[in-house]
């Protein structure tokens, strides 16, 4: 997958950390979790999208201000958050 970006204000990993959030989303453990609270696909992307470019990339918010903007259950909320930091962590995805 390949994304052209005209911005200079856009960080030169940004490709690879789209790839990453697709790798994320599709990954066993997130889709588990989807399953278990019935949440659509396109809801976890954008979810897994706000939290590694908001607070990772961006840094603009915090964990709860992207938490606050989705409504699932507050513990798929977490257990969300819970497993995109382990996966951020084990894909040595840095800012």
């Known amino acids: 997958m390949s994304w052209n970006f005209k911005s200079n204000k856009i960080n030169k990993n940004y490709n690879n950390i789209m790839c990453s959030i697709d790798e994320i989303v599709s990954s066993n453990s997130v889709q588990n979790i989807r399953q278990k609270y019935n ?3 396109q809801s976890i992307h ?7 470019i908001k607070i990772y990339v961006e840094k603009k918010l915090t964990e709860e201000e992207v938490l ?6 507050e513990e798929a909320k977490r257990e969300l958050a819970n497993e995109v930091k382990m996966q951020i962590k084990e894909r040595n995805i840095q800012s």
Request: glycine fraction near 0%; avoid cysteine.
């Open 39 to 41: 949440i659509s696909q």
């Open 46 to 52: 954008k979810f897994v999208t706000e939290y590694l």
């Open 68 to 73: 606050t903007k989705f409504e699932f259950p």
